[in-house]
């Protein structure tokens, strides 16, 4: 008898089995038809919770279109001592068929000129992943070990005030966060000319050079030169439409001699060369293998090149790059935060101030997210009634914490978000620090 039927023989004498190899055994795993009928018919009444006998799925397959005489198929019910020894080895057979397929599926597409080798590139690293992931269950942790952990970063928020992740360096947003949090996805999101990209190299920067980390900025809208440029102007204060031009004074370009070797540090690499959700992930895991990633900036998600078949439209497209993002975050258990447009439906209403609903693409990206942030500012639609330079991060949903408006101070002369001071906002009556805002039950921050 084969090991399938042997196996399947088991699963119906003690269907509890099934509970010690879930992860070992899914359809695909058994090559023979017969066996892989039954076993599906056996995880379907499974995870229904029915009752289980010879019987009950013979019904079942019968319903379904697919009648087999099981007494035929297994003569013996049981697989002896060696069930899960049995099941390790159907795994390890079905990764060899899967190995085997991917093998000559992407040999085919080597040797065909057709084929773009850049696309090849991505599907080999996607199938390579889901080869890999096929056993890769990962370390489950008891109680314990949990409870550890947990009484690690209690005493860790102790000795930092709180301060326990990827510092952003705007005392309202770190405040409220305790800083950047492994394994939570960002979206900060709006639209055109608000400063997305501004506000998040300002982040970047800080955790990079000031609170010492090893980031990752995707640019994919912008070349890594226009990127450099924008964090000269961040760091040094000179005018970026000056360093464009070239246009410095003989104190100016003495400024910037002086100051611009404290960006030579390597702690922020900006990569604008990878395009797709695959190049991403695949740089993501090089530099955590090397230990060089505490955090992933991506500018943006609409960017993002990702092949989702055919009839698939651009909003399921944007639902697996958010769902993708949000995995990254956790197996590599650094904070990745991903900026977004938003639709035009802002524009539209008397209130100018974006929402949820404004998300452009996908409901999902909502979904998928910890923390979603807009980045508005007021002058930007009435300049002769407002504040000069007042910004707010209008933080609408924290899955740990509480929402509310953070404001800062932008300069549009070099393209830098502030924390709020007299000196900056320029007028005697203006020095927020962070508005006091109310989470969903009314509590202050």
């Given amino acids: 008898m084969s090991i399938e039927r042997q196996v399947i023989g088991a699963l119906i004498l003690n269907p509890d089995n099934y509970v010690d190899v879930s992860e070992l055994l899914q359809p695909n795993t058994f090559q023979e038809p ?12 499974y995870l229904k919770e029915s009752k289980i006998s010879i019987s009950v799925i013979e019904e079942h397959l019968k319903k379904s279109g697919t009648p087999i005489n099981i007494n035929q198929v297994i003569s013996d019910l049981n697989s002896g001592r060696a069930f899960v020894e049995h099941c390790q080895i159907l795994k390890e057979k079905e990764v060899k068929r899967e190995q085997q397929k991917f093998g000559t599926e992407i040999l085919s597409k080597a040797n065909d000129p057709k084929t773009d080798p850049f696309e090849t590139n991505d599907l080999l690293m996607q199938e390579a992943e889901r080869v890999v992931s096929m056993v890769d269950f990962g370390k489950k942790k008891n109680n314990a070990e949990l409870l550890n952990t947990v009484t690690k970063k ?25 800083g950047r949090q492994n394994s939570d ?27 010492n980390r090893k980031v990752l900025f995707f640019s994919l809208e912008m070349s890594a030169d226009q990127l450099m440029q924008r964090l000269v102007s961040v760091h040094t204060g ?19 001699y002086r100051e611009v070797d ?19 992930k695949t740089r993501c895991r090089k530099m955590k293998m090397k230990g060089q990633l505490d955090a992933v900036y991506i500018d943006y998600l609409q960017l993002i090149n990702h092949s989702v078949g055919k009839g698939r439209n651009k909003e399921n497209e944007v639902s697996e790059i958010s769902r993708a993002l949000k995995m990254l975050a956790k197996s590599l258990d650094v904070p990745v935060i991903c900026l977004s447009q938003l639709s035009r439906g802002v524009e539209s209403r008397g209130d100018k101030k974006p929402m949820l609903s404004d998300l452009r693409d996908s409901g999902a990206i909502e979904q998928d997210a910890d923390i979603v ?8 639609y009435e300049p002769d009634n407002s504040k000069p330079g007042q910004a707010f991060v209008l933080i609408s949903k924290n899955r740990n914490g509480a929402c509310g408006d953070i404001e800062l101070y932008f300069d549009k002369e070099c393209t830098r978000f502030e924390n709020p001071t007299f000196e900056s906002a320029n007028e005697t009556n203006y020095k927020p620090n962070y508005q006091v805002n109310h989470n969903d039950n009314g509590t202050p921050f």
């Avoid at 017969?34 to 009444?45: G, T, V």
């Avoid at 996805?185 to 000031?210: D, H, N, V, W």
């Fill in 34 to 45: 017969e066996p892989k009928s039954i076993f599906e018919a056996f995880e379907n009444l």
């Fill in 154 to 178: 209690m005493e860790l928020a102790q000795s930092t005030g709180g301060m326990t992740g990827c510092l952003s360096g705007f005392t309202g947003l770190d405040r409220v966060y305790g």
């Fill in 185 to 211: 996805l960002i979206i900060k999101a709006a639209r055109p000319a608000m400063g997305k990209t501004s506000q998040a190299l300002c982040e970047a920067k800080y955790m990079a050079f000031e609170d």
């Fill in 238 to 256: 000179l005018k970026l439409s000056d360093i464009r031009g070239g246009k410095l004074s003989k104190d100016q370009w003495a400024k910037y």
């Fill in 262 to 280: 404290y960006l030579r540090n390597d702690n922020l690499m900006i990569v604008d060369d990878v395009y797709s959700l695959n190049g991403i």
């Fill in 373 to 380: 942030e807009f980045i508005y500012r007021p002058e930007y």
